[in-house]
């Protein structure tokens, strides 16, 4: 009389790769679709890069308009250069004359 222990298991080798499949998915669909996955991050990484060239045009905007403030506050040329061209400002005897192109 021999005895013969068999392992009765409920999970066969199908039913544990079909388990092993479905816990891999739902990870998968977890990683990828969470509120901080993969996605968001892609979204998160573009609107970085646009914020990040955005202040490099806004630094260049803004050292330009250093430069006109150091300009103006200094060079008396730029100034007279301004207030003719923008402002139609002339010196007491000079006369303006208008080209109308045709």
């Known amino acids: 009389m021999s005895l013969k222990l068999e ?3 409920p999970f066969t080798t199908p039913v ?7 816990l891999l998915i739902l990870c998968f669909a977890l990683l990828i679709l969470n509120k901080n996955g993969i996605i ?4 998160e990484k573009q609107i970085q890069q646009t914020l990040v060239e955005e ?3 806004l630094e260049q905007s803004q050292n330009s308009l ?3 403030k150091e300009k103006l ?4 040329q730029h100034i ?9 400002m002339v010196f007491p005897g000079e006369t303006v004359y208008k080209v109308i192109e045709e």
């Open 66 to 68: 250093k430069e006109e």
């Open 7 to 9: 392992k009765n298991s």
């Open 16 to 22: 544990r790769i079909k388990i092993l499949l479905i």
């Open 55 to 57: 202040k490099l045009l």
């Open 40 to 43: 968001s991050l892609f979204k």
């Open 73 to 76: 506050l200094n060079d008396k």
């Open 80 to 88: 007279e250069k301004i207030a003719r061209e923008q402002y139609n």
